[in-house]
């Protein structure tokens, strides 16, 4: 069992930045894409931003050029750096890890309980 903790949420102004962190227990983390999902109210949850395993990167449009995905294998924890962020950036925010075979199949896919973000106009 894999358990995500997320923190660094919180109520920013438009052009603001905030830094969230989510650290995995478990010794799967290396070997497990992690990825930061958001969800806001009466929308269908997207993905933000995913690293693999080796550190390839992948953003969603809205969030290319402003958000950053890093992650850190010898402490279990991968960071999004947000910045210049804007109004339609309010979600509530989710860290992912999952794994899937060549074939496609997911192996595993654990969810954190999510971190609100805000901005404000």
């Known amino acids: 069992q894999v358990q995500l903790v997320e923190s660094g949420g919180g109520l920013v102004q438009a052009g603001g930045s905030l830094r969230l962190s989510c650290a995995a227990s478990g010794s799967i983390f290396s070997i497990s894409v992690m990825a930061w999902y958001r969800q806001a109210p009466g929308k269908q949850r997207e993905l933000v931003a995913s690293i693999a395993s080796g550190g390839a990167t992948n953003y969603a449009d809205t969030v290319k050029g402003r958000f950053t995905i890093s992650r850190v294998n010898a402490k279990n924890t991968v960071v999004l750096q947000m910045n210049s962020l804007k109004p339609e950036d309010t979600a509530v925010y989710y860290c992912?890890?999952?794994?899937?075979?060549?074939?496609?199949?997911?192996?595993?896919?654990?969810w954190g309980q999510g971190t609100q973000v805000t901005v404000s106009s």
């Open positions: 992912n890890s999952n794994r899937r075979t060549n074939y496609g199949s997911l192996l595993y896919n654990y």
